[in-house]
């Protein structure tokens, strides 16, 4: 029984442990690199396209509605607005940062909504608004449409 054991793995070609690994693989081998191709190509080719966020299905008439339907949390809305006076000081010192202080509930609503529907074409503030839901939107507009 040893012999016979012994004999077999003399036979099997050798080649060492990495022909072995390879040979016990088999078919294996072919989804692996399958699995490398489907984790490596996203990072490749379609990198910008996951760096926005997309287009809601929801036409824009319908997402300023209800956005303004919301009674919009000021407090919430002053909580949020922190990130936001980093760059919107009270006065626009700078012509490419408008200031946003005591904007109509209805126009900041309608600005905000235009970068999430990309019919304003500035990256940052469409990732600002991408990261931001209904409610936050509403709260913000709220917010800095008492702000003078
Ligand atoms: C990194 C800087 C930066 C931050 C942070 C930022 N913004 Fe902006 N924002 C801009 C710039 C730049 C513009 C002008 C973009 C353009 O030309 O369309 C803008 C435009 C806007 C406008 C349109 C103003 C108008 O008069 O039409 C609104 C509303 C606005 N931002 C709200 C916000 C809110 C709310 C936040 C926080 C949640 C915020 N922004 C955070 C840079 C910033």
């Known amino acids: 029984m040893h012999d016979s054991h012994r004999k077999h793995r003399e036979t099997d070609g050798g080649g060492g442990l990495t022909a072995h690994v390879f040979r016990a693989l088999g078919n294996y081998k072919i989804w692996l690199f399958a699995a490398c191709g489907i984790f490596v190509i996203p990072h490749f080719s379609f990198a910008d396209k996951a760096a926005q966020p997309p287009i809601p299905d929801l036409?824009?008439?319908?997402?300023?509605?209800?956005?303004?339907?919301m009674p919009g949390d000021a407090e919430y809305g002053a909580y949020l607005a922190t990130e936001c006076v980093t760059c919107h000081q009270q006065h626009s010192v700078n012509h490419a940062i408008p200031a946003i202080n005591g904007l109509p509930r209805e126009y900041f609503v309608e600005a905000m909504l235009e970068y999430k529907y990309h019919l304003r074409d500035n990256s940052v503030m469409q990732a600002i608004i991408g990261s931001l839901g209904m409610e936050e939107l509403s709260a913000l507009a709220t917010y800095f449409s008492t702000k003078d």
């Open 59 to 69: 036409p824009l008439g319908e997402a300023i509605g209800q956005v303004l339907a």
